[in-house]
């Protein structure tokens, strides 16, 4: 079974502080998405990065792919309140090109 | 407006009672998708399509049933819903299979008592 972990699960830090979500895999993935959702609703796509060790910003969010495409992580520098939501990384398998597996996602909340 | 649709939105029903979500999307995508989404364990794949009349198994497809006559309608089908399906399901669609940017419907919170 190809799982993708996430880490933290959960985290609550104060406005300002950096903060890193890990995404990591032992199968390789030909993409990886990151996803952020919100209470209600369904998942928004934020980033897709598709080639090892490519990294892609966002304003204040930086996304990694690993080199060797089994991992991914999101940086967050100098979160903000409206950063709070959960994080979901998603991907499809090499070996299975056409499912799409989601991570556990990490719930973040940032304190004002 | 570009979206995925999905109803109802909200259903509680009982064990054994035959029901039907629906799913239409209004952007020609190829690739349709069902989700189910429970406390810690992220978004599971029940069903996906990568076009009409082309269906295959997510990773927890067990009691349920999809079809994909038309390209823009995916429903998803539970012939004899049980509580351990009472979750919050998310159909989605793509573009494109790999790497495609999936746009979610507003979701459908199932109740089965």
């Known amino acids: 079974t190809q799982l993708l972990e996430q880490s933290p699960q959960f985290l609550s830090i104060q406005e300002g502080e950096n903060l890193t979500v890990y995404c990591n895999s032992s199968s390789v993935f030909s993409s990886l998405q990151w996803y952020r959702q919100e209470p209600g609703e369904g998942p928004v796509l934020l980033v897709t990065?598709?080639?090892?060790?490519e990294v892609k910003k966002l304003k204040r969010l930086t996304f990694q792919f690993g080199d060797a495409r089994k991992d991914s992580s999101l940086h967050i520098t100098a979160a903000q309140p409206g950063d709070t939501g959960l994080y979901l990384c998603a991907g499809s398998p090499s070996s299975s090109a056409s499912k799409i597996i989601f991570g556990s996602g990490t719930r973040l909340s940032i304190r004002p | 407006e570009a979206q995925v649709t999905q109803n109802p939105r909200y259903l509680i029903t009982v064990t054994g009672k035959k029901l039907t979500v629906t799913c239409s999307q209004n952007?020609?995508?190829?690739?349709m998708s069902w989700y189910r989404q429970d406390p810690g364990l992220g978004l599971r794949q029940i069903y996906y399509?990568?076009?009409?009349?082309?269906?295959d198994k997510g990773d927890v497809p067990e009691g349920y049933k999809v079809s994909r006559k038309e390209k823009r309608n995916f429903p998803l089908i539970l012939e004899s819903p049980s509580p351990n399906q009472t979750s919050l399901y998310f159909c989605?669609?793509?573009?494109?299979?790999?790497?495609?940017?999936?746009?979610f419907g507003p979701g459908t919170r199932l109740t089965v008592l």
């Open positions: 989605a669609s793509s573009i494109r299979t790999r790497g495609g940017e999936q746009f």
């Open positions: 990065v598709v080639t090892g060790g």
């Open positions: 952007m020609n995508h190829e690739y």
């Open positions: 399509s990568m076009n009409v009349e082309v269906t």
